[in-house]
């Protein structure tokens, strides 16, 4: 766990940045929390006027950052290949049914 001191640093030249915006949030776990969005002050550095995020949990405590590369996907799993086509099959029997009722004499479709 960080400390706001830490937290509110530029993660490129870590100096500390000024926050803009506050806002009440859920956390991964769905816990609630806050999220500072924070900007770098520093003019030298290459995230000057770039805007940076902190999350603070409901009992003050500062998770540590999560590299976007390493941490783990909450992607949805995939259907099994037979699931999807017995789904695939339900739709066309449908749609030759919509067909059949369509072609029968007496009908007329708008």
Do not use: H
């Amino acid at each position: 766990m960080a400390t706001w001191e830490d937290a509110r640093r530029c993660p490129k030249c870590e100096m500390p940045g000024k926050e803009v915006e506050r806002k009440s949030a859920r956390g991964d776990k769905g816990q609630p929390c806050s999220v500072v969005k924070m900007e770098c002050t520093t003019g030298l550095c290459r995230w000057y006027q770039t805007n940076y995020f902190v999350q603070i949990n409901a009992d003050g405590s500062i998770p540590d950052p999560e590299s976007p590369l390493t941490r783990q996907k909450n992607f949805p799993v995939d259907a099994p290949d037979w699931v999807i086509n017995q789904k695939i099959q339900q739709v066309n029997d449908a749609g030759l049914e919509i067909q059949e009722l369509s072609q029968r004499g007496g009908m007329e479709l708008r």
